[in-house]
């Protein structure tokens, strides 16, 4: 087999998720990092192959680069979808051997695969004979009573060989029975010196740190034991951490982006998308909500934005006009109690809860 690729590794990758990093979502995303790895959503083998391929491969060139998340346990049908993914132009196309929910364990695959090293080693074998893009694996640390640092060891040591490209592992392990997805993403105590430990252990091969990460002081406190980082709630929550991505993490002069002029990028991708068929203001809006978490005005932006759709694209500067009177209204109100005044009761506008 020819040598492993290296996987496009940026430093640093948003993570799939369901109902998140759709194409809106990655639009958005990529106005904020040029240079941030974007995933799909999860694409189950078997839906590639007899759905609506058009609809599940789509995305724009400036996603780039953007890997293809694949669900199953075929690999002939794996390496039809990677070779799917590689002709649509996709960068790389990613394994999950992470998902826990009923439905994915159902289909014996996500992160059930964990107990069964060879048939992702086969997998990973079959999609990288089909394609020339690098094929990745996302994995937990365990699952179950398959839970210790060597048992996770030993499912890396059996695919290695294989040629999986880089190894993004989500920290904490995973519970089959008894949690739902949700808490599985938050109860399992998160194990990172585990991940960092494979890394020091296995240098050769290309580890990516999974789970819990919020801030780029953390994503950067990583990369000293780590090849890379993945970060996925955080992304959805605080979007606006990604904008110092592309200065500190990739070692970019600083594109000065602020929160307005992202979000004025968004105004024409808006009003093209508004005019397809099927797609709603919010499908695009919803992963603008959190652009100003934590800014004064933050509630009157999210309100506006869902108020007022019929504005259409307009919604956007009339959202910002909100977050610019929230922020008048608070100047005032911090001049007047400067000047000893006790000032009007704080209003909503103020928007005090940010
Ligand atoms: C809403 C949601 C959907 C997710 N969907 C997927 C998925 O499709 N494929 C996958 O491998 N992981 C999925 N995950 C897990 C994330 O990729 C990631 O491993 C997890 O959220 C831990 O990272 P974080 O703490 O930075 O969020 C999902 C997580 C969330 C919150």
Redesign the pocket.
């Known amino acids: 087999m020819s040598p492993t690729p290296r996987a496009a590794t940026p430093a640093l990758s948003i993570?799939?998720?369901?109902?998140?990093?759709d194409r809106h979502f990655r639009w958005f995303a990529r106005r904020l990092s040029r240079h941030v790895l974007l995933?799909?959503?999860?694409v189950v083998a078997q839906a590639l192959i007899h759905g609506d391929r058009e609809h599940l491969l789509r995305f724009d060139a400036s996603e780039h680069p953007i890997a293809l998340?694949l669900?199953g346990d075929d690999p002939v049908k794996l390496a039809l979808c990677a070779r799917m993914a590689e002709d649509a132009g996709y960068d790389e196309v990613?394994l999950?051997?992470?998902?826990p929910s009923p439905r994915v364990q159902s289909g014996s695959f996500?992160v059930v695969l964990m107990r069964r090293p060879h048939v992702v080693a086969e997998a990973v074998a079959a999609m990288r004979a089909e394609v020339r893009i690098p094929v990745t694996v996302?994995h937990r640390i365990g699952l179950d009573e398959l839970d210790r640092f060597e048992d996770m060891l030993a499912f890396v040591d059996a695919v290695a060989p294989a040629g999986a490209a880089r190894f993004?592992v989500?920290a904490?392990k995973a519970w089959t029975q008894g949690l739902s997805?949700?808490q599985n993403?938050n109860v399992p105590p998160?194990r990172h010196a585990e991940v960092h430990r494979l890394k020091r252990l296995r240098p050769e091969l290309h580890v990516e740190i999974?789970?819990?990460?919020?801030t780029l002081d953390e994503v950067e406190a990583h990369l000293a034991h780590v090849d890379a980082v993945?970060?996925?709630?955080?992304?959805?929550d605080t979007p606006w951490i990604l904008a110092g991505a592309d200065a500190r993490i990739f070692g970019c002069s600083d594109p000065g982006a602020t929160r307005a002029s992202v979000a004025r990028a968004m105004v024409p991708y808006l009003a093209r998308t508004l005019g397809e068929p099927r797609v709603r203001l919010h499908h695009v809006t919803r992963h603008l909500a959190p652009l100003f978490a934590g800014e004064v005005g933050a509630r009157a932006w999210r309100r506006t934005l869902a108020q007022r759709a019929d504005l259409g694209a307009g919604v956007i500067e009339a959202a910002l006009e909100a977050v610019e009177e929230a922020r008048r209204l608070q100047e005032q109100l911090a001049q007047r109690e400067a000047a000893g005044g006790s000032g009007p009761p704080r209003d909503d506008a103020l928007d005090p809860v940010r």
């Open positions: 993570a799939p998720m369901m109902d998140v990093t995933y799909t959503e999860m998340q669900g990613n999950n051997v992470g998902c996500g996302k993004t989500h904490r997805p949700k993403r998160l999974n789970g819990g990460i919020r993945m970060i996925g709630r955080a992304a959805r």
